[in-house]
Structures are given as structure tokens and as C-alpha cells.
């Protein structure tokens, strides 16, 4: 079973979009959850009812809708599809030293619709594997499948171009938008590219925009929609990029990093909105994060990278977060523990 955390945010997400939690209720329960790690379901709705954040009819919803996200989550356990399968991909870069090997054989499958944490400290090759994964890089050898069953390396540059605008999205630790065109503009690019109808193209970049707004930036959409990026703060640049990652519909969004120049708040802001829009699209999510605290909160499976290769992979549960944590103190991993694909 995951983590309780985990399940309770996910409600809470849905119940913030349904519009029955009042915005103030929610900062307080993100603020409690934040203390109560490894608690168990019951203690954190007695917690809630005890500091009167929630009303017991309110409990009471809550509960029922942890038990559907339970059954449809289990359900999802059960037709576990695979989106890629990678096997021994390597990548090697020559420096002045000789040849330096940023992926030494990596194996890995990823599934449809999960979110998948990639972890590791700086320069253990998860940028290099994501950007693999995102064809935006090439890998020596090794094998690259998706669900259709094409192998990456066999496509053409042309292919791969084609590919990559239709079927993903990304979301890097800079937003990259383009300073020469509004925000409506910058998020509407994707389907420019695919040279979509003019109306549509507006439209849907203002439809899904406007999932990214707050309450009052809503207010006044057409200055929001208009300005361009260098008038608007580090996490509205974000918010736009993540919308700009989604307005086509990919299959996969890669994350590299996309909150890692915001503090705190603005990028639990930016990730609330990113995993709310990616739940409601079932989009798979390849996150790539030094904050382990973000990804207990958001994904639902880890793997961890040291030296160019994946030295484990857990699913959420509080075990497995300490074995997350410890990784992450820097203790050294059990060799036994190398991960292949399941
Ligand atoms: N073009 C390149 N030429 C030579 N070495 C490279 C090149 N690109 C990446 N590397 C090396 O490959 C290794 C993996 O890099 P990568 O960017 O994937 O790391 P990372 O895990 O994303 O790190 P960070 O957390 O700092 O972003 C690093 O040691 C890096 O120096
Ligand atoms: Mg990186």
C-alpha cells in the first residue's frame, strides 16, 4: 500500500478541484501533513477533525473518496502496461581524459500513467537518461522501446522531431520560454508546431492555461494571458512552462528538475498544479528532482541513479521512504539491490 501522504494529497487535490475544501483549509492540512510523514490514515483524520480544518460530514467525503482512489489505483496496479522498456543503453561522452561513460547500461521499464521519481546526487547521469528517454540525445547502443513497439534507434531525425512534438512534453529547471511572444503565445507553441488551426490553437492554450492561475491571476486573464515572460515572476514562468508541456496532450511529460530555482511554496504551487492537470489527463510523469521530500509527496515509484546506473528501484510505501532516505543521507547501497527490469 502507498504511503498514506501520498493517498491523502491526491484527495485532497481532487476535493480542491471539486471546490468543497475552502482554500484556507487546504494551506493548513498541506502545512500538518508536512508533520506527519509516516502517519496512518485514521491519525490524520482525527488530526483534522481535532484542529476543526475539516467538519465530520466533510471526513466523511474524504473517506469515501480515499476509498475509490484505492479501488481505481489498485485496478491500475492490475493492467500494468508498459510505456518504455529500455535495456542496456549506454552513453558515452569523450573529454580531453578519454571516454567518460554517463549511463553504464541501464535497464528499466516504465508503465502507463505512473509518476516516476528519478533520483540521485549531481552527476549520476539522470538529465543524460532523461533527455535519452525524450530523444532529445542519442545513446550508444542498447535498446529503447515504447508501446508501439518502435525501437528509437531505428527512427529517422525526421521521425524523432515528429515524435517528440506530438508525444511529449517537458518541463526543464529554467522555464525556456520565449521572450518575444506572450504567455497565451509561449503555451500555444506546441500545437503551432503541429500547425493545429488558429482557433484552436488559442483556445486550448487559454483552456489549459488558466488550470495554472490562481484565484485572483484569473481575475484578470487577458493581462495575464498577454504579458510577456520577462513580467512575470520565476514560479508564474514555471506555471506557464508546465502548461506549455501539457497543451498538447503528450503521453509523457519529463520534468527535469522543474522546481529546483523556486523556493517552498511556489514550487509545491507549480507541482500541485503540474500532478493535479497530469491525474486528470493520465499523463506519465518522468520526474527528475534532488528533493526527496517532492517526490514522496508526488510520485508513486523511485529509482535512483549513482555513477550512471540505476542502483535500486522502490515503490512507495513508509519502508521503502526510509530506504529512499538513506540512500539519500549518502549510505552506501547493498550491491545485491542493482535493479533489473520487473
Ligand atoms: N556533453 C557532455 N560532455 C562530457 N560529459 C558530459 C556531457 N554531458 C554530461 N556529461 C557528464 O555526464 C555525467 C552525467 O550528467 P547529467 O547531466 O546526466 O547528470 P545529472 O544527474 O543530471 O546531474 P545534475 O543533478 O547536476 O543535473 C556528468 O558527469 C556530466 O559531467
Ligand atoms: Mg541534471
Redesign the pocket.
Known amino acids: 500500500m502507498k504511503n498514506s501522504l501520498f493517498e491523502i494529497r491526491q484527495v485532497i487535490m481532487k476535493a480542491r478541484k471539486q471546490g468543497w475544501i475552502p482554500e484556507e483549509s487546504i494551506g493548513k492540512i498541506n502545512r500538518m501533513l508536512r508533520t506527519m510523514e509516516n502517519a496512518g490514515v485514521p491519525e490524520v483524520l482525527t488530526r483534522f477533525q481535532e484542529e476543526k480544518i475539516l467538519s465530520e460530514g466533510e471526513i466523511q467525503l474524504l473517506e469515501a473518496q480515499l476509498r475509490q482512489y484505492r479501488d481505481s489505483a489498485q485496478k491500475k496496479g492490475v493492467i500494468k502496461k508498459k510505456l518504455f522498456s529500455l535495456r542496456d543503453v549506454y552513453k558515452h561522452?569523450k573529454?580531453p581524459e578519454g571516454t567518460?561513460y554517463?549511463l553504464k547500461g541501464i535497464s528499466l521499464n516504465i508503465y502507463y500513467g505512473e509518476i516516476l521519481a528519478v533520483l540521485?546526487f549531481?552527476?549520476?547521469?539522470?538529465?543524460?537518461f532523461l533527455n535519452i528517454l525524450g530523444l532529445l540525445v542519442t545513446a550508444d547502443q542498447g535498446s529503447y522501446i515504447d508501446y508501439k513497439g518502435t525501437r528509437y534507434q531505428d527512427l529517422s531525425s525526421k521521425e524523432r522531431d515528429e515524435m517528440r512534438k506530438k508525444e511529449f512534453g517537458f518541463i526543464f529547471q529554467e522555464s525556456h520560454l520565449f521572450s518575444h511572444l506572450s504567455a497565451l503565445e509561449n503555451v500555444a507553441l506546441p500545437l503551432r508546431l503541429q500547425k493545429k488551426p488558429n482557433k484552436e490553437c488559442t483556445e486550448k492554450a487559454a483552456s489549459i492555461l488558466s488550470r495554472f492561475m490562481t484565484k485572483d491571476e484569473l481575475k484578470s486573464k487577458k493581462v495575464f494571458f498577454n504579458k510577456k515572460p520577462n513580467q512575470f515572476s520565476g514560479g508564474q514562468k514555471q506555471r506557464i512552462a508546465a502548461a506549455r508541456a501539457m497543451v498538447h496532450s503528450p503521453k509523457v511529460i519529463f520534468a527535469d528538475e522543474p522546481t529546483g530555482s523556486l523556493d517552498y511554496d511556489t514550487g509545491q504551487m507549480v507541482m500541485d498544479a503540474l500532478f493535479e492537470a497530469a491525474a486528470e489527463e493520465k499523463v506519465t510523469v518522468i520526474f527528475v528532482t534532488?528533493n526527496h521530500s517532492q517526490a514522496r509527496q508526488y510520485c508513486e515509484r523511485f529509482v535512483w541513479?549513482e555513477g550512471g546506473e540505476f542502483k535500486n528501484q522502490v515503490v512507495h510505501s513508509p519502508e521503502n521512504t526510509m530506504v529512499l532516505v538513506k540512500q539519500l543521507t549518502g549510505k552506501e547501497l547493498s550491491k545485491k539491490k542493482r535493479s533489473r527490469p520487473s
Open positions: 561522452y573529454t567518460f554517463a540521485g549531481s552527476g549520476s547521469g539522470k538529465s543524460t534532488h541513479m
